[in-house]
C-alpha cells in the first residue's frame, strides 16, 4: 500500500534544496548569468554552515550550554558569507572581467565540491572519529524543530507542519522572487538586464550593479539549500559527496519552470518526489527495478527539455542575453 | 568661453550648444572639435558619411560615451552628461538606428523603463498616461502590446513616445528612416512637425537627401569626424550638400544601361513557402529574372524577400511550385529539391546582406582570405586546401573595390560596414555567377560606397548575370532596376517597370491589404511580358 502520509514529508524534505538552488539560479539567470556553479555554491553553503556549527558546538562544549539563537544564526550566517563570497568571485570574473561564462561556472563547480570535500575531510579528522562522516547533532535539532501544535494534529499536521523553519523560508523566498520579479520596477529592471543589456544602460539602469546584485543574492539562496540539507534532511551528518548531483537537478528545473520561480515551488515537489518515489513503490526482492526508478527524475528532466524546446512562445524563452557578457562602448 | 550665446543669438538661446567635442577611440578620432547649435522649435538634419561621426558625437549627448574635450551647454549652461540618466534629467532623448527596446516586454513596460518613480509598479496609471502622449501628437500605439508583436514603425514609436515620456525637449534620431515604407515616413515626419511646432529641438540623422529638404530647417555636415560647415536648407540643394559631405564634386545620378537582349534566366511559377511554425511566408508568387537586368524587388522588410531568395538559392524549403532554371540552350531545369552546392554549381550566387551585416555569408573573426575559402575550399584535389588563390582573390577584390583595410589578414570584424559588404559582394562576383542574388547590398553604407555596389551591379548587367537587388530605398529601386516586382504579405502586389513606375504606386503596393488574388497574379504576369 502506497503511504501518502509518510512519502509527502519525505517528498517535501527532499524538495527543498531544489527549490532553493533553482530560486537562486532563477533570480542570477534573468539578469543575463548562466551560473553553472550553482552545485558548487550549494556545497560552499553547506561546508560553510558546518564548519560555523561545528566550532561553535566545539567551543560551547555540550548542547546545554549552547544559546538557542547562535545556534542557529552562526551556521547561517557562516552559509550566507561562504555562497556570498562564491557570488562575488563569479561576478568579478565574468561581470568585471567578462570571462566565459560556462567556463567559470564548472570551475566553480569543481572548486565548490573540492573546497567542501577537503573542509569535510579536515573537520573528520579533527573529531577523531571512526565513521567519515561529523554529526553536529544539537545543531541539527534547532533546525529541525517544528511547530509544537504539529504533532496534535495528526496527518494534517504531519503533512504540513513537520519541517523546519527553512523548508517555510524556501517557499516564501520562492514567492516572494516570482511577486519581484513579475509585478515590481526592480524586477521589470533585473529582467530588462537579462534580456537586453544595451537597452536597459540606455534607459539609465546599472547594469553592473544588477548583476552583481543578482547573482550574489542568488548564490545566497542557492548556498540555504546547501545548508537545509545537512542541518534538517540529513539530521546535522556531513560526509563528503553525499549531496550528490542535486545542484545541478536544480538548474535543470529553472528550465523545466520556464524561469518562474512559483512554478517553481511545485515542480520542486514534483522532482523531490520523483527523487524518493522508489522507496515508496514495492518491488519485492528484485532490486534491479528500484535502480530503473531512481532513474524518473532524470528522464522527465529529458522529456521536459524536449517539451521545451520545442515550445515557441516568446515568454518562456530564456533572457536573450544569457551567457553574454555585456559591455557598453563595444559596437 | 562666452561663445555659447553667440552664434545663436538672434534665436535667444540655444537649446544645445556643443563646444569643441572631441572623441577617440583609440588612434581612431571619432570627434574633432565639432561645434554645434541646436535651436528650439526647429529640425536640425546632420549629415555625413559613414564613419564621419554623426551617430558618435549624439551618442555623447545621449550619454552612451563621454567627450575626451569640450563642452556641452544645455539651455546656456554648461553640463556634463555622464550616463543616459543624466541625459533624461536634461531632456534629451535619443532613438536609436538599432531599437532599444526589449522584446518581450509590452510598450508601457518599456516605456516606464529605467524611471525611478515613488511608489509601487502602476502599468495602469502609465499606461493611461501613454495613451494621452499618443493624443497629444497623434501617435497610433497600443500600449499593452508586446514588442515582438509589433511592426517595425510601431516599435519606432514606441521609442519615441518613451523619450517624451520621459519629458525630452531635445529629440535625436538616428536613421530613423531607414525602415519605413513612404507612407510611414509621412506619418513620422507629421508627428515630427507637431513636435517643432511644440517647441522641441528635434536633431535628425539621415543618408536620404529628400527628406532633408522634405523636413530640415537646416543642415549641418560633419566629414571624417570635423564639423565641415552649415546651412538653411531652403538654400540649399542635394549636389550641394552631397559635395561638402565627400569633399569634392560627385554626380548624383546612377546609371542604368538599356538592358541587352534580355531573356528570362529564371522562372518562378506558384511558388509557396510556409515557416516552420506554420505562417505562410510566400504565397504562390509568379515571376521571371531576366538575363542582363537587373529586377528589383520591393517590400516592407519581413514580407517574403528572404524566404525568395533562400528558395532559389535552394536554402529554404518550398511548399510547392516550381523555380525553373532556364540554361544557355534553353533548356529548363527545376531548381527545387536541389541542395545549395549544386545550385551554386549552376551559377547561381547569393549575397544577403543581413541587418548586422555579418550574421550571413561572411565569417566576422576570419580574415579577408580565408572568407574568400568559403567557397572554393572543396576544390582541387589533395586534402589540404589551396590558400594561394583565395589570397589572390582577396587582394583582387581589395584592390579594385578599393577596400580600406590594413592587409588581406585583417579579421572582417575589424572592417567598418561598407567594407564588410564590398568583400561579400565582391566574392560573389567572382564567381562569374549567372545569377547574382543580393539583398539590402548597400544597407547603411553612405553616398560614395552605395555607388560603388550600383556600379558593380550595373558591370554584371552588362555582362549578361541576371541581378536580383532587393532593396530597402525606394528612390534607389526606381533609379537602379529595370523592373520591379513588389512583395506584400508574402504574394507578388505588381510588377512594375521602373523607368516609368513613381515611388507612391510603389509605395501603395507595398501596403495594399490582402494583396490581389492569385488568378489576378497571373494576370500581372502576364501583363508585365
Known amino acids: ?23 537562486g539560479e532563477t533570480i542570477t539567470q534573468k539578469s543575463g548569468n548562466l551560473n553553472l556553479g550553482i552545485p558548487g555554491v550549494m556545497y560552499v553553503g553547506a561546508i560553510s554552515g558546518v564548519i560555523g556549527a561545528f566550532l561553535y558546538e566545539r567551543a560551547c562544549g555540550s548542547a546545554d550550554a549552547m544559546n538557542g539563537a547562535l545556534t542557529i544564526l552562526i551556521p547561517l550566517c557562516a552559509c550566507l558569507l561562504g555562497s556570498l563570497l562564491m557570488g562575488l568571485l563569479y561576478c568579478v570574473l565574468t561581470v568585471t572581467l567578462r570571462a566565459n561564462q560556462n567556463v567559470t561556472g564548472l570551475a566553480m563547480t569543481t572548486f565548490g565540491v573540492g573546497f567542501g570535500n577537503f573542509f569535510g575531510g579536515s573537520l573528520i579528522k579533527l573529531t577523531g572519529a571512526d565513521v567519515p562522516s561529523i554529526a553536529l547533532s544539537a545543531t541539527s535539532n534547532a533546525f529541525r524543530t517544528s511547530l509544537p501544535f504539529g504533532q496534535s494534529l495528526g496527518a494534517f499536521g504531519k503533512i504540513f507542519f513537520s519541517y523546519g523553519f527553512l523548508a517555510y523560508f524556501a517557499i516564501i523566498v520562492s514567492l516572494a522572487a516570482a511577486y519581484v520579479l513579475r509585478r515590481t520596477r526592480v524586477g521589470l529592471h533585473l529582467r530588462a538586464v537579462g534580456e537586453s543589456p544595451a537597452t536597459a544602460d540606455a534607459a539609465g539602469i546599472n547594469i553592473t550593479k544588477y548583476k552583481y546584485f543578482a547573482t550574489c543574492l542568488g548564490c545566497m539562496i542557492a548556498g540555504l539549500g546547501g545548508l537545509y540539507y545537512v542541518m534538517d534532511y540529513a539530521n546535522g551528518v556531513w560526509s563528503n559527496d553525499a549531496f550528490g548531483d542535486r545542484g545541478w537537478l536544480a538548474i535543470a528545473l529553472v528550465i523545466f519552470t520556464i524561469w518562474r520561480p512559483d512554478i517553481g515551488v511545485l515542480s520542486s515537489f514534483l522532482f523531490g518526489g520523483l527523487y524518493i518515489l522508489y522507496l515508496y513503490i514495492p518491488t519485492g526482492m528484485n532490486l534491479a527495478v528500484k535502480e530503473l526508478y531512481k532513474m524518473l527524475p532524470y528522464i522527465v528532466t529529458i522529456i521536459v527539455l524536449i517539451i521545451t524546446s520545442m515550445r515557441n512562445k516568446r515568454e518562456n524563452q530564456p533572457p536573450a542575453s544569457l551567457g553574454q557578457s555585456y559591455f557598453r562602448e563595444e559596437r | 568661453m562666452d561663445n555659447k550665446a553667440t552664434a545663436s543669438a538672434d534665436h535667444g538661446v540655444a537649446a544645445v550648444s556643443l563646444r569643441g567635442i572631441t572623441k577617440t577611440f583609440g588612434t581612431v578620432v571619432a570627434n574633432d572639435h565639432v561645434d554645434l547649435d541646436i535651436r528650439k522649435g526647429e529640425v536640425l538634419a546632420l549629415l555625413g558619411e559613414n564613419g564621419s561621426g554623426k551617430t558618435t558625437l549624439m551618442n555623447m549627448l545621449s550619454g552612451i560615451y563621454y567627450p575626451d574635450e569640450g563642452q556641452i551647454f544645455i539651455n546656456g549652461e554648461e553640463v556634463s552628461i555622464q550616463s543616459p540618466k543624466d541625459a533624461f534629467r536634461y531632456g534629451i532623448g535619443m532613438i536609436h538606428q538599432h531599437f532599444k527596446l526589449v522584446d518581450v516586454f509590452t510598450a508601457t513596460e518599456n516605456i516606464i523603463l529605467g524611471l525611478e518613480e515613488k511608489g509601487r509598479l502602476d502599468r495602469a496609471a502609465a499606461s493611461k498616461r501613454i495613451r494621452e502622449i499618443c493624443n497629444t501628437y497623434g501617435f497610433q500605439v497600443d500600449p499593452d502590446k508586446t514588442i515582438y508583436e509589433m511592426s517595425v514603425s510601431q516599435k519606432q514609436t514606441v521609442e519615441i513616445v518613451k523619450a517624451l515620456y520621459r519629458g525630452a525637449d531635445i529629440l535625436i534620431l538616428d536613421e530613423p528612416t531607414a525602415v519605413l515604407t513612404p507612407q510611414e ?100 508568387v509568379y515571376f521571371d529574372i531576366r538575363a542582363g537586368e537587373i529586377l528589383g524587388v520591393a517590400g516592407i522588410s519581413g514580407s517574403g524577400q528572404k524566404e525568395l531568395l533562400e528558395s532559389i538559392a535552394g536554402l529554404q524549403r518550398v511548399e510547392s511550385g516550381q523555380i525553373l532554371y532556364v ?35 561572411l565569417v566576422a573573426n576570419m580574415d579577408l582570405s580565408d572568407n574568400m575559402m568559403l567557397r572554393s575550399f572543396r576544390d582541387g584535389r589533395s586534402v589540404f586546401t589551396d590558400r594561394k588563390h583565395p589570397h589572390d582573390l582577396a587582394e583582387k577584390v581589395v584592390e579594385e573595390l578599393e577596400v580600406n583595410t590594413p592587409n588581406v589578414s585583417t579579421p572582417v570584424r575589424r572592417l567598418s560596414g561598407g567594407n564588410v559588404q564590398k568583400v561579400l559582394v565582391g566574392r560573389e562576383i567572382a564567381s562569374a555567377p549567372k545569377v547574382l542574388l543580393t539583398a539590402y547590398a548597400v544597407r547603411g553604407l553612405d553616398i560614395n560606397s552605395s555607388y560603388t555596389i550600383y556600379d558593380l551591379l550595373n558591370k554584371q548587367k552588362e555582362k549578361g548575370v541576371a541581378v536580383v537587388y532587393v532593396g530597402e530605398d525606394l528612390d534607389v529601386l526606381l533609379e537602379l532596376a529595370d523592373r520591379i516586382v513588389v512583395l506584400c504579405g508574402g504574394r507578388v502586389s505588381g510588377i512594375v517597370d521602373g523607368r516609368t513606375a513613381d515611388k507612391n504606386e510603389v509605395g501603395m503596393l507595398m501596403t495594399r491589404l490582402g494583396g490581389i488574388d492569385r488568378e489576378k497574379q497571373e494576370e500581372v504576369q502576364d501583363l508585365a511580358e
Open chain 2, 185 to 284: 515616413t509621412d506619418r513620422l515626419f507629421a508627428v515630427l512637425r507637431n513636435m517643432r511646432a511644440d517647441g522641441k529641438a528635434i536633431i535628425i540623422i539621415t543618408h536620404k537627401l529628400h527628406e532633408v529638404q522634405a523636413l530640415s530647417d537646416r543642415v549641418a555636415v560633419l566629414r571624417k569626424g570635423a564639423y565641415i560647415g552649415e546651412m538653411m536648407t531652403k538654400d540649399t540643394n542635394p549636389q550641394e550638400m552631397t559635395n561638402m559631405m565627400v569633399g569634392h564634386a560627385v554626380t548624383l545620378n546612377i546609371d542604368r544601361p538599356e538592358p541587352k537582349d534580355p531573356k528570362p534566366r529564371i522562372e518562378i511559377k506558384g511558388l509557396t513557402v510556409t515557416s516552420p511554425d506554420g505562417i505562410l511566408q510566400l504565397d504562390h
Open chain 1, 1 to 23: 500500500m502506497f503511504d501518502i502520509v509518510a512519502f509527502i514529508p519525505r517528498m517535501v524534505a527532499q524538495s527543498i534544496p531544489l527549490m532553493f538552488g533553482s530560486t
Open chain 2, 327 to 361: 540554361k544557355d540552350d534553353g533548356k529548363k531545369e527545376d531548381l527545387v529539391g536541389k541542395d545549395p552546392l549544386e545550385i551554386q554549381h549552376m551559377g547561381v550566387a547569393l549575397s544577403f546582406v543581413p541587418e548586422d551585416r555579418l550574421g550571413m555569408g
